[in-house]
């Protein structure tokens, strides 16, 4: 029998989520990054991507001011810099400088990426949506760049390649992948 929880996020109900990192410019175009985990693809067809994220975060003023934002991927290798995103403010560090890690300004967007991650999402801010605490930030993918050694097939990202950092808000703690469990939309054919 399932026990009822009530309604809420935390703890509870998706776990674990992949571990972006946001960065955009500031007013004066220091660029900044932070840890988020409520984010991910949210459409195909414009390919689009969501963050949320509380007002109270330097980041939300930034894609509010540029209309622009990326999404990083990093390695597990990278865990203490991305824990780190997570930690300082950017109104009070410069984070890049802190961790060592380079930003890159896109040619697309009005946002850099980190060139040490993998994976880099460029997206430019279409719409704002206000959800009470936190606001979803939907931008329409205008470039994926990932690093040609994490590639399979000529333009897939092997997953295993990218090691990404999951985020279990159940415990707060990080994670690596685990094994393959098998092939989707085929294993169910098994049935």
């Not at 998706?14 to 988020?36: Q, R, S």
């Not at 984010?39 to 007002?55: E, Q």
């Not at 400088?97 to 946002?111: E, I, M, Q, R």
């Amino acid at each position: 029998m399932k026990k009822s929880l009530g309604s809420k996020t935390m703890k509870t109900v998706v776990f674990p989520t992949v571990v972006m990192i946001v960065c955009t410019y500031d007013e004066n175009g220091k660029p900044n990054a932070m840890n988020a985990c409520w984010g991910g693809i949210c459409s195909s067809s414009p390919a689009s991507m969501a963050v949320s994220l509380r007002k109270a975060t330097y980041s939300y003023h930034n894609i509010v001011s540029r209309k622009a934002f990326t999404l990083n991927i990093p390695s597990s290798k990278y865990i203490k810099e991305a824990d780190y995103f997570g930690i300082a403010s950017g109104k009070d560090t410069d984070k890049f400088a802190k961790t060592g890690l380079t930003a890159v300004k896109s040619d697309l967007v009005d946002a850099p990426y980190i060139k040490e991650f993998p994976v880099a999402v460029e997206c430019v801010l279409t719409h704002t949506v206000e959800l009470g605490l936190h606001t979803q930030f939907i931008g329409e993918i205008m470039d994926v760049k990932v690093d040609e050694e994490m590639l399979i097939k000529g333009d897939v990202p092997d997953t295993e390649k990218v090691d990404p950092i999951l985020f279990s808000p159940e415990n707060m703690n990080y994670y690596g992948i685990g094994q393959v469990l098998g092939k989707a939309f085929e294993i169910g054919k098994m049935l």
